[in-house]
């Protein structure tokens, strides 16, 4: 079993930058990817940002595409979510996940285990 825990999150005006950390304990050798999504109220839950946990692929969405940066430090365990120049439409809980399975990291149903998530809303 994989444990994922976020923090980062918080109350930031449009325009601001965060920098979300998730992570990541527990049967590590098990984790292909893990990624980052968010779900906003009366919103589906949307992929965001995926790593691969043992190469190098980088996967994005979008709207975040060009202001976000993930990246994974397998030493600390950890994967990391940039976000510059956020507007109020980023305002979401931000959640974190794992694939252990090759699947296809940008889809939701590739994932296993989730954190609780955390919030992050964007004033303008």
């Known amino acids: 079993q994989v444990q994922l825990v976020e923090s980062g999150g918080g109350l930031v005006q449009s325009g601001d930058s965060l920098r979300l950390s998730c992570a990541v304990s527990?049967?590590?050798?098990?984790?292909?990817?893990v990624g980052w999504f968010r779900q906003a109220p009366g919103k589906i839950r949307e992929f965001v940002a995926a790593?691969?946990?043992?190469?190098?692929?980088?996967y994005y969405a979008d709207s975040v595409k060009g202001r976000a940066v993930i990246s994974r430090d397998r030493v600390k365990k950890t994967v990391d979510l940039q976000m510059d120049r956020l507007t109020p439409e980023d305002t979401a809980v931000y959640y974190c996940?794992?694939?252990?399975?090759?699947?296809?990291?940008?889809?939701?149903?590739?994932?296993?285990?989730w954190g609780q998530g955390t919030q992050v809303t964007v004033s303008s």
């Open positions: 996940a794992d694939v252990t399975t090759h699947s296809d990291p940008r889809l939701i149903y590739s994932y296993d285990h």
């Open positions: 527990g049967d590590i050798d098990s984790i292909f990817a």
């Open positions: 790593h691969h946990w043992l190469g190098n692929s980088l």
